[in-house]
């Protein structure tokens, strides 16, 4: 078996095993970014009493400070297409400026783009947030560590249709491909 092929079939492995946790309480407690925690909070706040916010009910005062960490994610259930909403300077800095409107398979090779997949597809089933942490990103050649969570939106307050991340990590310099890793993963179910 080659190299690429065991280590895809080892993440596949490790994104059925991750560890799920009940509530949002026991996600913001593992969170260890300062930055992370605040859009957490911000993003329970402004649901409310719903079960998630929709984009509208997120303030963008009280997430500007923040903005390089956020990426977004439309998801559409008929065609099964997630598509990039929301892309704060780190995002475009590594994918370019043709995040917004495009399809996941147009900004990651195959194989990033099944992880990043099933990683969009728990979130928005669970609904639950997800967190990573350790090895988030391979640049060219060098390896970005840092942590990433991920939080479900909602047009309806019920059934996740978007997702709202965050990622922070040491800055490394782009200097070839971005590769996407999700190591440590957690799921903290919204239910």
Not at 79 to 91: M, N, Q, Y
Not at 106 to 135: L, N, W, Y
Not at 176 to 185: C, D, F, K, T, W
Request: include cysteine; charged fraction near 20%; proline fraction near 5%.
């Amino acid at each position: 078996m080659g190299t690429n092929v065991a280590i895809a079939k080892g993440r596949a492995a490790q994104l059925a095993t991750m560890t799920t946790h009940p509530g949002f309480t026991q996600f913001t407690q593992v969170i260890a970014s300062p930055a992370l925690l605040a859009i957490a909070r911000h993003w329970n706040q402004a649901r409310d009493d719903k079960l998630m916010p929709s984009w509208a009910d997120l303030s963008s005062s009280a997430l500007a400070p923040h903005f390089q960490l956020l990426w977004g994610f439309q998801y559409d259930p008929q065609s099964d297409e997630f598509t990039g909403r929301l892309a704060g300077a780190h995002v475009t800095e590594w994918l370019g400026a043709n995040f917004w409107g495009a399809r996941l398979q147009d900004i990651h090779s195959p194989r990033v783009e099944k992880e990043a997949r099933h990683f969009f597809h728990k979130i928005i089933s669970g609904p639950a947030a997800g967190r990573c942490s350790g090895r988030l990103f391979v640049m060219g050649d060098h390896t970005a560590l840092g942590e990433r969570i991920a939080l479900p939106l909602s047009s309806d307050g019920v059934h996740a249709d978007a997702i709202l991340g965050a990622t922070e990590y040491e800055y490394v310099p782009v200097t070839g491909p971005v590769e996407l890793i999700h190591e440590n993963l957690e799921w903290f179910a919204l239910r």
